[in-house]
């Protein structure tokens, strides 16, 4: 199946991008994000949000390195909405990590959709004129253009999206959740599941998110104004398990600098200076090329080149450090033997989170792979069992615990 076709990227796959697109939002980080971040203003006007997810996705810049810089500019007072959305992405990574199985049950779901789409005519034509922005309501046609096009959405857009994809066009949910992790530039297991299940109604059992056409109207200022009739706003949750209870956390694993180490570099944390401050002093490194695995169907060529380019310039960055490099290795396998043969004692990688990267890491046989923790997930992920509002009440704590004059 194709979907619509890809023209530039917008998103430079640079560690100096990102700081400058952080440096750029700063001023627009304090109340004006409070007063304007839901305005959906159309494709190169994303002013009102920072767009720094394709990069914090992949920690080219830290959770905590923009916390700073935005509360090195702003009040708490002012910055409240803006470190509660950074927060909203470390909650939703934490309470994936401590509830795998909703991963694995999306993965099931998203295969017997496919399954259907195989046998269904009717289906596969409706979901073919989803990804192709060819339903005839408009703005969910141009958000399908926008996403192929650019990587990226506005948060507001994925948020109607979603809910014309689910209670409009009556799609299964898992087909929407896969469409856009296979062209988001910040395309996560964590944010978009959980989101998508959100949005259906599954996340908080009962609840689904209604897209109504005088809230389109109104944020994205006259852009969009769906004719009466056209959206479904009798949008009932879908119906499945409750989600699981929080099982444990990943244990925060210790690096012996003295062991000869090969150090690893993957999509899920792209910046190794944490790790090398323990003294770490690497007989090689490798990166573990971009995991198209995230779905059975091919990812699009403009996300796995933006995974690969950030790997190999993370790498070019810290050479010095490093040791000699290997790039893009693709299996547990091809880790494995490159470990032995460099003369390494032991693999350290950061934590990869639930997802593709995480499954690769856990098939690695031989020699040990030592994972740990950021401090940043080690002290919030405990409190993400129950829902956001418990976890939101942590935040301050949250705060303290950082350095927060490490400004990046
Ligand atoms: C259906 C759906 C799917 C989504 N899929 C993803 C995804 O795959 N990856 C992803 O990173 N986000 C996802 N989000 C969350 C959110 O839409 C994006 O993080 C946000 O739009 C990124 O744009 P920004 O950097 O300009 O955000 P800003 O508004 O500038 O926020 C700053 C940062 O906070 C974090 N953040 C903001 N809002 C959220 C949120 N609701 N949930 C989690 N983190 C948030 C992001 O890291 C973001 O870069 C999804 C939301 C929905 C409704």
Same mark, same amino acid.
């Given at each position: ?13 640079? /560690? ?85 199985? !909703? ?44 996403? !192929? ?190 470990? /032995? ?55 301050? /704590? ?11």
């Amino acid at each position: 199946m194709q979907d619509v076709p890809n023209s530039a990227p917008a998103f430079a796959a640079t /560690r100096h991008a990102a700081l400058a697109r952080l440096q750029a939002f700063l001023p627009d980080a304090g109340r004006a994000y409070a007063a304007r971040r839901n305005f959906d203003l159309g494709p190169g006007q994303h002013r009102h949000v920072s767009r720094l997810s394709p990069w914090l996705r992949h920690r080219v810049v830290t959770e905590e390195e923009v916390l700073c810089a935005v509360l090195g500019r702003h009040s708490r007072a002012a910055a409240d909405k803006f470190v509660m959305e950074v927060f909203w992405r470390t909650y939703w990574k934490g309470w994936l990590e401590m509830r795998p199985a !909703v991963w694995t049950a999306y993965q099931a779901e998203l295969r017997r959709a496919l399954d259907r789409v195989q046998s269904e005519a009717g289906l596969r034509a409706h979901w073919e004129a989803a990804c192709l922005g060819q339903t005839g309501i408009d703005c969910f046609d141009a958000w399908a253009q926008e996403l !192929v096009d650019t990587g990226y959405l506005h948060n507001h857009a994925r948020m109607w999206f979603a809910s014309i994809w689910i209670f409009t066009l009556r799609l299964p949910w898992a087909l929407g959740a896969d469409f856009f992790l296979r062209h988001l530039l910040d395309g996560d297991p964590a944010s978009n599941t959980l989101s998508w299940r959100w949005v259906a109604g599954l996340q908080t059992v009962g609840k689904a998110y209604v897209a109504r056409a005088s809230n389109i109207a109104e944020y994205t200022e006259g852009r969009f104004n769906p004719p009466p009739g056209v959206l479904n706003t009798d949008a009932t949750a879908l119906e499945g398990p409750p989600p699981p209870p929080p099982g444990p956390l990943p244990a925060s694993e210790g690096i012996d600098p003295a062991r000869p180490t090969a150090i690893l570099l993957h999509e899920d944390d792209l910046s190794p200076g944490w790790l090398l401050a323990s003294g770490l002093q690497p007989v090689a490194c490798a990166t573990l090329a971009a995991r198209g695995n995230a779905s059975p169907l091919a990812m699009a060529p403009a996300v796995l080149g933006f995974r690969d380019a950030l790997m190999a310039e993370t790498a070019a960055r810290w050479s010095a450090r490093l040791g000699p490099l290997t790039e893009r290795l693709q299996t547990a396998q091809d880790i494995a033997d490159w470990a /032995r043969d460099s003369g390494a004692a032991q693999i350290v990688t950061a934590h990869a989170p639930v997802g593709p990267v995480a499954d690769t890491l856990r098939a690695v046989t031989g020699l040990p792979v030592v994972r740990p923790l950021r401090n940043h997930d080690r002290r919030a992920w405990p409190h993400a069992k129950a829902g956001f509002f418990k976890f939101k009440a942590q935040i301050p /704590r949250l705060l303290d615990e950082m350095n927060l004059r490490q400004v990046a």
